[in-house]
């Protein structure tokens, strides 16, 4: 639970970051009982800024599609080294499918939208998804 500052006198105390409050909420000076030091009330929130929800992109085996095609599109669209590419096409060819990168929706739809585009235009049976994480 995060603590946000609700109240402050103390021209020291502004420069805090909120998530960091150094006075726990039991301590702080309140100006009613008198304080010396610092000045602030701090009240739990919910935070402001919620984390987006995320997904998996990943690839699924196919018998047709070559094995340098898939890390060629690991390469190009997932920014992939070669020798990283190559083992995520094997975990693909051996396990049925692999994640491939965790991504914003937007992104996440744009990658699978390219890959799907890039395979069909090779004539490749290739398959691109993507699953909330
Ligand atoms: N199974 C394919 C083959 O043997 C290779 C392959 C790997 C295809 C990964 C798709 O997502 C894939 N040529």
């Not at 937007?106 to 398959?127: G, Y």
């Amino acid at each position: 639970m995060r603590y946000t500052r609700a109240m402050t006198n103390s021209i020291s105390d502004i420069a805090l970051p909120r998530a960091r409050a150094a006075v726990p909420a039991m301590m702080a000076d309140h100006p009613r009982d008198g304080g010396s030091s610092d000045t602030s009330i701090l009240t739990k929130t919910a935070p402001k800024t919620a984390r987006p929800p995320m997904y998996k992109v990943m690839l699924l085996n196919d018998d047709y599609t070559p094995m340098e095609f898939v890390v060629h599109v690991l390469e190009r669209f997932f920014g992939l080294n070669h020798a990283q590419a190559f083992d995520i096409m094997l975990t693909v060819h051996k396990k049925g499918l692999a994640v491939v990168g965790v991504f914003s929706a937007e992104i996440a739809e744009t990658k699978v939208a390219q890959v799907m585009d890039f395979a069909r235009r090779h004539q490749h049976p290739l398959q691109c998804t993507m699953e909330k994480e």
